[in-house]
């Protein structure tokens, strides 16, 4: 099992993993940026073939507090690979018509198809996080929540889709370096949320929300991974490591040609 992979049916404590840590790289920033290179060749390779072979299906879910790095991970994953075959899903605060349907309806509507990789940019995991942080629902509906999303998640996979978690764990402190750059960056400037300061005061309940979401929802078909993610060159290597690792245990291969594919040659001009 992966360092970072969350074992099923355990209590997760996040005070014991380190946003800091970068145990899986024992060299310098510089090579891991170099492998990083080398693992996105891989991962381009790996993503023509799943739209050429047009069977597996891919589900990657990105959570973390605000400024965890969702958007760079996005960008640094997709670096490179045929837009076709790839896309990105992000869940705002629900739209009124999706307020009239459950939870999970908008959500589905995203899945992945035969041959396409999706990027969950948040997910219906909020529907279990901030809703409950906020008391949006009454706690009786949420804690149902868990066992439903097990359930969704396991039909999916019984499906053929293939799905990863992963939660970007960075510091209070590295979130407050952030939001000051958003201050402080004019380029940056736009990303500020006055509401983001709101989230931040409420931190300790995220992380709680956050603790027994991972704990009661990491599964062997779909497993939960925190991630480092303090430092942006390491949480972009270790997750597009995971990410190749997965696919490459799918053995996948390209689709037969034509028959007689030679005698096409000759009947070129
Ligand atoms: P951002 O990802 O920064 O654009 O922000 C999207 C906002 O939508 C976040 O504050 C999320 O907490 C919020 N959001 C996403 N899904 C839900 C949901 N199901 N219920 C309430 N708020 C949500
Ligand atoms: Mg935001």
């Not at 629900?94 to 997910?123: A, C, M």
């Not at 804690?143 to 019984?158: S, T, V």
Request: hydrophobic share 35%; aromatic share 10%; charged share 35%.
């Amino acid at each position: 099992m992966h360092a970072y992979q969350i074992k099923e049916n355990i209590k997760l404590t996040l005070k014991e993993y380190d946003p800091n840590d970068t145990k899986l790289w024992d060299s310098d920033k510089k090579a891991a940026k170099n492998k990083l290179e080398d693992l996105r060749k891989q991962l381009i390779d790996l993503q023509r073939l799943l739209y050429a072979e047009h069977k597996q299906k891919v589900l990657i879910i990105l959570q973390a507090m605000d400024s965890g790095g969702k958007d760079g991970t996005i960008r640094s994953i997709f670096k490179g690979v045929n837009p076709q075959g790839v896309r990105v899903a992000s869940f705002k605060v629900p739209t009124p018509e999706e307020s009239k349907h459950d939870y999970l309806w908008r959500i589905h509507k995203q899945t992945p198809r035969s041959g396409e990789i999706v990027i969950f940019n948040r997910s219906h995991y909020e529907d279990v996080l901030v809703v409950r942080v906020h008391q949006l629902i009454a706690d009786t509906v949420w804690k149902k929540r868990y066992e439903q999303i097990r359930h969704f998640e396991k039909l999916l996979a019984d499906e053929g889709t293939t799905i990863i978690k992963f939660f970007l764990h960075i510091s209070k402190d590295e979130q407050k370096e952030r939001f000051l750059e958003r201050i402080d960056i004019p380029e940056k400037q736009w990303k500020f949320n006055p509401r983001d300061i709101e989230e931040r005061k409420l931190w300790g309940n995220y992380m709680q929300a956050y603790e027994d979401a991972i704990s009661k929802t990491s599964t062997s078909y779909a497993p939960w991974y925190v991630i480092p993610a303090n430092r942006n060159w390491y949480r972009d290597y270790v997750i597009t490591k995971i990410i190749t690792d997965v696919l490459k245990k799918k053995n996948m291969t390209y689709p037969n040609p034509v028959e007689d594919l030679e005698k096409y040659r000759t009947a070129l001009d």
